[in-house]
């Protein structure tokens, strides 16, 4: 590498820029960002992003599924791109850097390739992925999914949104439906920087993560049926709550994640009574679990004390339980290659760093299935994420985003 190169640094003021600049497509009045995909405001921002793009020289392209792909050519253009990019969708009441500091940040990394007048040796490209949150459609990543062809392209486009409104549709509506097949466009390896969104980073004074794993997950739906009657004439002995049990599974999930813990997590966050009432007992309730860790064997640890501690319980109050399993999705395992790239240049830019599993699912973990690939995190206030009060400092995005371009330059190999 040249030492123009090893010196390179981003330009912080205009990335920080950028952030702000494109917060205000959909903008929220307590600071955060409502852009939920396919929607005008995702319109607005994909179509700044598209001029941008252009305007730093590269060729943009879009996909069935509205994936945009910028692509910036290489001295030899027989190697597929290093892929870097994240996604400019958001949660309802979400915050501004969820995606958009990956995405914005690969689009100043290009842009300070171009002021120093770089060229690699292979091309790069950036991505902006189509619906990664998963708020509006499901399933969420629902693009770097079929992309690697974990779902068709069909069943992702018949997809529909709480008003009945397909992918498709959604697509048309906002002039993103691409013509680009899913999956044409290859990748070499794939980078994505995002925030943490979870406070180990920040409590341990880490400016750098280095994403080597991230969490599988289990979700199941459960029903409980005991049996409704009458709150006061029924005698305490004689009762079949659905909810009184309900409530000890859900201690016994917090003691199960504990005891596999740390690396583990399981959450009933949805419990709904049948037929509610004040003065009946609760003889039906459907509820949710979440279990995740990014251990394959504390996965089925999980599955097997779960459903053992539900089958005590149940049949200790007399009711009836199930619990089906809907979606498991195994652990990922980043490219350890990759990983040490990103370690190593955390470390020669002299950032604190530190290995870090993500907790939350991301496009880089759909595509890792398929290609190389690998993370980097920086912190973010409070672990805080998937809130208007998400936030990040000037610094570490800086950080984040140095990581991202030299990891990126020695992948890509800068051309003699
Ligand atoms: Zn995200």
């Not at 792909?69 to 915050?95: E, Y």
């Not at 679990?289 to 109050?317: F, H, P, Y």
């Given at each position: ?52 793009c252009e305007?730093a020289g590269l060729e943009v ?8 792909f910028a692509l910036r050519k290489g001295r030899?253009m027989?190697?597929?791109p290093v892929g870097l ?21 690969a689009l100043?990394v290009v842009r300070t390739l171009n002021?120093?007048?770089i060229e690699t040796?292979i091309p790069i490209c950036i ?281 990126v330059?020695?992948?890509a190999?800068?051309?003699?």
């Amino acid at each position: 590498m040249t030492s123009i190169a090893s010196n390179l640094q981003i330009d912080s003021a205009r990335l920080w820029g950028t952030i702000h600049e494109t917060a205000k497509f959909g903008a929220t009045p307590k600071g955060g960002v409502r852009r939920l995909t396919l929607g005008d405001e995702d319109r607005q921002v994909r179509d700044w992003f598209k001029t941008a793009c252009e305007a730093a020289g590269l060729e943009v392209h879009v996909d069935t599924l509205g994936s945009m792909f910028a692509l910036r050519k290489g001295r030899d253009m027989t190697k597929p791109p290093v892929g870097l990019g994240s996604h400019l969708d958001t949660q309802p009441t979400g915050g501004k850097f969820d995606g958009v500091l990956g995405t914005l940040a690969a689009l100043e990394v290009v842009r300070t390739l171009n002021d120093a007048g770089i060229e690699t040796e292979i091309p790069i490209c950036i991505v902006n992925w189509t619906n990664e949150e998963g708020s509006r459609f499901a399933p969420a990543m629902m693009a770097s999914a079929a992309y690697v062809g974990d779902f068709t392209v069909d069943d992702i486009l018949s997809r529909k949104d709480a008003d009945g409104v397909a992918v498709a549709d959604a697509l048309d509506a906002i002039g993103y439906r691409g013509d680009s097949p899913v999956g044409r466009q290859r990748f070499s390896s794939f980078i994505e920087l995002h925030i943490e969104q979870g406070p180990i980073l920040e409590a341990e004074g880490k400016t750098i993560g280095v994403v080597d794993s991230g969490q599988g997950v289990l979700w199941y739906d459960g029903k409980i049926t005991g049996f409704e009657s009458h709150a006061g004439s029924t005698p305490m002995r004689l009762r079949r709550n659905a909810l009184a049990t309900l409530s000890e599974i859900v201690l016994a999930m917090e003691t199960i994640a504990k005891k596999h813990g740390p690396n583990a997590v399981g959450t009933i966050g949805e419990a709904v009574i049948a037929k509610p009432s004040r003065n009946v007992i609760p003889g039906e309730i459907a509820f949710t679990v979440d279990c995740r860790s990014a251990d394959a064997a504390i996965m089925d640890a999980l599955d097997k004390d779960l459903r053992a501690a539900i089958g005590e319980i149940s049949a200790r109050r007399n009711v009836e339980a199930t619990l089906d399993l809907v979606w498991r999705k195994p652990p990922t395992h980043f490219d350890p290659k990759l990983v040490a790239a990103v370690e190593a240049t955390a470390k020669k830019l002299g950032f604190s760093h530190r290995r870090i599993t993500s907790g939350a699912g991301h496009d880089a973990c759909n595509l890792n299935t398929k290609i190389p690939a690998a993370m980097v995190f920086v912190p973010c206030k409070d672990g805080v994420s998937h809130n208007e009060l998400e936030d990040a400092t000037q610094a570490d995005c800086t950080a984040g985003a140095n990581v991202l371009m030299h990891t990126v330059l020695s992948l890509a190999g800068v051309a003699s």
